[in-house]
């Protein structure tokens, strides 16, 4: 009996498995029958006769070329390649036949490929990477409903005896260039130097941390914490555009000057000050300056007891905006002192839990939410307070802090308890919705506690980033969560964390060179930072540049603390798996080093991160098991499942479509 032939007939290097599975895969899903033989190349008459048969017969042929046909100047899917090419002789050239696909960087010209597959235009999946977008284009050519196949763009004919001769156009073009440069020399005069205007926004400010001048670095918290609160009070009137914390707080303790500050924030005017405090007196000097020019526009000191050291950034704040000519709108000036308390004692142990969640440890995290519960105990109706035992709660798993249903539970009830004291608070806001996506599934409530969190501060660089991710990119709204996650980059510019999720919201939207930008950017800020070069890493495996990915994990490792022998062990390792066995060794590799503890942070160390891996092997069963036990964990990551490049090949799988439903997505 014969066999039926498939309508596409996919063929690769056998390096290039996981990458033509993944295209096989997005096809297969659309109801497209592919010849994608996933079994060892058998030889012999039988299998030759098999593999001509269907070449003969198939529809389209799409030649998978990369890096690894380059180096392969021998192999049976070159057999394959001229045995299409020998097809096309008998079709008409307006037949759509060939659809070459190239899944790495590797160029046209350069390619070692029948000059036959140049002759039309070729498509650029990533690492097999397959957007709706291929899939209809190959529905149309098999139904008929598209024309030919777009040709590629042609070389320039050779030019003839009866026109000017190559050597005269090329005298021509230099005496082109000859000129315009003269001109640009007589005009522009390069070499003198060329004064750069700043000019920040308009009514756009950076507070830097006031400096402790009490003698005593046990108080770096208190002037730490006021400067903060600082921050947050201006961030509410809507007219200025504030420079978050992050940003603010990178200067500190570095000599660098009010110009030079400002250019790099970009900002017009800049709030600076100290705090001297001896037991219970304080004295505050605060002082406003135009950071274009350098001049002081206004200065205070203030002189107080510790117990009314609550009122002074209403003081400070309406001082500002009356230097700067903004005018505070209808309620604004009621949210600068919202969910404050008169209870010294009570402030003195919310500044303390600023200090330490700011500090980004499992320690720090956990002494946050010690000195916010005693806030509370102090005052009970300390609304900021369970605004940051809220988020101590709910980010305290990110940093091995807990897990989501030991601390998610407590994030929700305060943040609930934090808007049933005022319902003002939009860091409260912001808290919740992050519990309603991440742990409720609940995605029409967190929208709603997003977009009053913006509503009631719309200069928030947190929120604004976690809008972006926790809820616009799970559900593939991608060109809202990258105008998002840019819009709390503009906010914070120099935040390391909010620059490498931009990298990560591109990877989601599969926009990846701009991802690879984004971590570039990133790096620029700080080279030494383990979860923007694990994230990059992660970026090479997706675009099948693994030589890359190799060097750039052993970073990661060391930087998050691995000795640098043992990191290097483990690169050695995955050399010689990718090597031996291509991509798939990688990944075995990769799955091995994810049981064991020392690994960097979103090494695939979890549940959900093994999941991947075990995607990436094509073991699907053990990867949908994974995302089960994330599922019961409700593991943070769970959410972008609907959006992880690696889980492609699940799509289909009614198990995985369960889940998705499950997730609220």
């Given at each position: 009996?014969?066999?039926?032939?498939?309508?596409?007939?996919?063929?690769?290097?056998?390096?290039?498995?996981?990458?033509?599975?993944?295209?096989?895969?997005?096809?297969?899903?659309?109801?497209?029958?592919?010849?994608?033989?996933?079994?060892?190349?058998?030889?012999?008459?039988?299998?030759?006769?098999?593999?001509?048969?269907?070449?003969?017969?198939?529809?389209?042929?799409?030649?998978?070329?990369?890096?690894?046909?380059?180096?392969?100047?021998?192999?049976?899917?070159?057999?394959?390649?001229?045995?299409?090419?020998?097809?096309?002789?008998?079709?008409?050239?307006?037949?759509?036949?060939?659809?070459?696909?190239?899944?790495?960087?590797?160029?046209?010209?350069?390619?070692?490929?029948?000059?036959?597959?140049?002759?039309?235009?070729?498509?650029?999946?990533?690492?097999?990477?397959?957007?709706?977008?291929?899939?209809?284009?190959?529905?149309?050519?098999?139904?008929?409903?598209?024309?030919?196949?777009?040709?590629?763009?042609?070389?320039?004919?050779?030019?003839?005896?009866?026109?000017?001769?190559?050597?005269?156009?090329?005298?021509?073009?230099?005496?082109?260039?000859?000129?315009?440069?003269?001109?640009?020399?007589?005009?522009?005069?390069?070499w003198t130097p060329k004064s750069v205007v700043f000019a920040p926004?308009?009514?756009?400010?950076?507070?830097?941390?006031?400096?402790?001048?009490?003698?005593?670095?046990?108080?770096?918290?208190?002037?730490?914490?006021?400067?903060?609160?600082?921050?947050?009070?201006?961030?509410?009137?809507?007219?200025?555009?504030?420079?978050?914390?992050?940003?603010?707080?990178?200067?500190?303790?570095?000599?660098?000057?009010?110009?030079?500050?400002?250019?790099?924030?970009?900002?017009?005017?800049?709030?600076?000050?100290?705090?001297?405090?001896?037991?219970?007196?304080?004295?505050?000097?605060?002082?406003?300056?135009?950071?274009?020019?350098?001049?002081?526009?206004?200065?205070?000191?203030?002189?107080?007891?510790?117990?009314?050291?609550?009122?002074?950034?209403?003081?400070?704040?309406?001082?500002?905006?009356?230097?700067?000519?903004?005018?505070?709108?209808?309620d604004e000036a009621a949210r600068i002192e919202t969910g404050g308390?008169?209870?010294?004692?009570?402030?003195?142990?919310?500044?303390?839990?600023?200090?330490?969640?700011?500090?980004?440890?499992?320690?720090?995290?956990?002494?946050?939410?010690?000195?916010?519960?005693?806030?509370?105990?102090?005052?009970?109706?300390?609304?900021?307070?369970?605004?940051?035992?809220?988020?101590?709660?709910?980010?305290?798993?990110?940093?091995?802090?807990?897990?989501?249903?030991?601390?998610?539970?407590?994030?929700?009830?305060?943040?609930?308890?934090?808007?049933?004291?005022?319902?003002?608070?939009?860091?409260?806001?912001?808290?919740?919705?992050?519990?309603?996506?991440?742990?409720?599934?609940?995605?029409?409530?967190?929208?709603?506690?997003?977009?009053?969190?913006?509503?009631?501060?719309?200069?928030?660089?947190?929120?604004?980033?976690?809008?972006?991710?926790?809820?616009?990119?799970?559900?593939?709204?991608?060109?809202?969560?990258?105008?998002?996650?840019?819009?709390?980059?503009?906010?914070?510019?120099?935040?390391?964390?909010?620059?490498?999720?931009?990298?990560?919201?591109?990877?989601?939207?599969?926009?990846?060179?701009?991802?690879?930008?984004?971590?570039?950017?990133?790096?620029?800020?700080?080279?030494?930072?383990?979860?923007?070069?694990?994230?990059?890493?992660?970026?090479?495996?997706?675009?099948g540049e693994y030589d890359k990915a190799i060097v750039v994990e052993?970073?990661?490792?060391?930087?998050?603390?691995?000795?640098?022998?043992?990191?290097?062990?483990?690169?050695?390792?995955?050399?010689?798996?990718?090597?031996?066995?291509?991509?798939?060794?990688?990944?075995?590799?990769?799955?091995?080093?994810?049981?064991?503890?020392?690994?960097?942070?979103?090494?695939?160390?979890?549940?959900?991160?093994?999941?991947?891996?075990?995607?990436?092997?094509?073991?699907?069963?053990?990867?949908?098991?994974?995302?089960?036990?994330?599922?019961?964990?409700?593991?943070?990551?769970?959410?972008?499942?609907?959006?992880?490049?690696?889980?492609?090949?699940?799509?289909?799988?009614?198990?995985?479509?369960?889940?998705?439903?499950?997730?609220?997505?």
């Amino acid at each position: 009996m014969t066999e039926p032939s498939h309508a596409v007939f996919l063929s690769y290097a056998s390096e290039d498995a996981e990458a033509a599975e993944r295209i096989a895969t997005a096809l297969h899903a659309a109801g497209i029958e592919v010849w994608f033989d996933q079994s060892e190349l058998r030889g012999g008459d039988a299998w030759d006769k098999k593999i001509r048969h269907e070449i003969h017969d198939c529809a389209l042929f799409i030649p998978v070329v990369s890096q690894n046909t380059q180096e392969r100047l021998e192999g049976y899917f070159r057999r394959e390649w001229k045995l299409a090419i020998d097809r096309t002789h008998d079709m008409a050239a307006q037949k759509p036949f060939l659809v070459p696909v190239v899944v790495d960087g590797t160029g046209e010209q350069e390619a070692f490929v029948p000059d036959e597959f140049r002759e039309v235009q070729w498509t650029r999946l990533p690492a097999g990477q397959t957007p709706p977008e291929f899939v209809t284009r190959i529905q149309k050519l098999l139904s008929g409903e598209s024309g030919p196949l777009p040709m590629a763009p042609r070389r320039p004919a050779a030019v003839t005896s009866g026109r000017p001769s190559r050597l005269l156009i090329i005298l021509g073009a230099l005496a082109v260039v000859l000129a315009a440069s003269a001109a640009y020399l007589l005009f522009e005069k390069p070499w003198t130097p060329k004064s750069v205007v700043f000019a920040p926004p308009p009514h756009s400010i950076a507070v830097l941390p006031f400096v402790n001048m009490s003698g005593d670095t046990g108080q770096e918290y208190f002037s730490d914490g006021l400067s903060e609160e600082m921050i947050n009070a201006l961030s509410h009137i809507g007219a200025l555009r504030v420079v978050a914390r992050t940003s603010a707080f990178s200067f500190k303790g570095r000599n660098v000057d009010i110009g030079s500050i400002a250019r790099k924030l970009n900002v017009a005017v800049i709030l600076e000050g100290s705090v001297r405090r001896s037991n219970d007196k304080v004295r505050i000097t605060a002082q406003l300056i135009n950071a274009v020019n350098g001049f002081s526009i206004w200065s205070q000191d203030y002189d107080l007891n510790v117990n009314n050291i609550v009122t002074l950034q209403t003081d400070i704040a309406k001082a500002v905006a009356q230097q700067l000519q903004v005018q505070l709108l209808g309620d604004e000036a009621a949210r600068i002192e919202t969910g404050g308390t008169s209870h010294s004692e009570a402030h003195d142990a919310y500044l303390r839990g600023l200090h330490a969640v700011n500090l980004r440890s499992r320690e720090g995290f956990s002494l946050g939410i010690a000195e916010f519960g005693r806030a509370t105990v102090l005052d009970p109706n300390y609304a900021l307070a369970y605004a940051g035992l809220a988020r101590a709660y709910g980010l305290a798993q990110v940093f091995g802090g807990g897990t989501a249903t030991q601390t998610m539970p407590k994030a929700r009830d305060a943040a609930l308890r934090a808007l049933q004291l005022d319902e003002l608070l939009a860091d409260a806001h912001t808290m919740l919705a992050f519990v309603k996506v991440h742990y409720e599934y609940d995605w029409a409530g967190a929208l709603r506690e997003f977009r009053r969190a913006l509503q009631l501060n719309p200069g928030d660089a947190q929120t604004h980033f976690f809008y972006s991710n926790s809820w616009l990119s799970p559900r593939g709204q991608h060109d809202e969560a990258i105008a998002e996650v840019l819009r709390a980059a503009s906010l914070d510019p120099l935040s390391i964390p909010i620059q490498a999720f931009v990298g990560r919201t591109y990877t989601w939207a599969r926009r990846y060179s701009d991802a690879l930008a984004a971590f570039r950017k990133a790096e620029q800020l700080n080279p030494n930072v383990a979860i923007v070069e694990e994230r990059l890493a992660h970026l090479y495996t997706y675009t099948g540049e693994y030589d890359k990915a190799i060097v750039v994990e052993t970073k990661a490792r060391v930087l998050a603390g691995e000795a640098p022998t043992a990191a290097l062990t483990k690169e050695g390792e995955l050399r010689a798996a990718l090597t031996k066995d291509g991509p798939s060794g990688y990944w075995r590799v990769v799955l091995g080093f994810s049981k064991s503890a020392d690994n960097p942070p979103e090494a695939y160390s979890t549940a959900y991160g093994r999941a991947i891996v075990l995607a990436r092997l094509g073991q699907r069963a053990e990867a949908l098991a994974a995302l089960e036990q994330a599922y019961t964990e409700r593991q943070l990551a769970l959410t972008e499942i609907g959006v992880e490049p690696a889980f492609d090949g699940l799509r289909a799988d009614p198990h995985f479509s369960d889940l998705l439903h499950r997730v609220g997505l």
